[in-house]
C-alpha cells in the first residue's frame, strides 16, 4: 500500500483515486462495490464532488479497505491539535 498523503493537493479526489489504482480496481469496479454510480466516483476524482456526504463515504471507505478519515484526509487532524479534545470526543459519540 502506498503512502498515506494529507494536506494541499491530497485531498478526497487524490485519496480516492490513488486507493482505487493501487487496489487495481477500476471505476466501475469500485461503483459496484461501493452500490454508487461510476459517474459518482468519476466525479470525486475529477474534484466535482468535494463533500460526498456520510453513507457514500462510509461505503467507498469500506469498499477500499480503509478508514473513512483516511479516504477524507483528515486522519491526523486529532494528532495535530486541530481539533480539541472536547470536540473531538463529540464527534465520535
Not at 46 to 65: D, E, H, I
Request: net charge positive; proline share 3%; charged share 25%.
Amino acid at each position: 500500500m502506498g503512502a498515506y498523503r494529507e494536506g494541499v493537493g491530497y485531498g478526497l479526489a487524490d485519496n480516492l483515486k490513488r486507493l482505487r489504482t493501487e487496489r487495481g480496481y477500476t471505476q466501475r469496479h469500485l461503483a459496484g462495490l461501493a452500490n454508487v454510480s461510476p459517474s459518482y466516483i468519476q466525479n470525486i476524482e475529477k474534484n466535482q464532488v468535494t463533500n460526498p456526504g456520510c453513507f457514500p463515504a462510509y461505503r467507498l471507505a469500506l469498499a477500499l479497505r480503509v478508514t473513512l478519515e483516511e479516504l477524507m484526509g483528515v486522519s491526523s487532524l486529532h494528532s495535530r491539535g486541530r481539533i480539541s479534545r472536547g470536540r473531538s470526543e463529540r464527534l465520535s459519540a
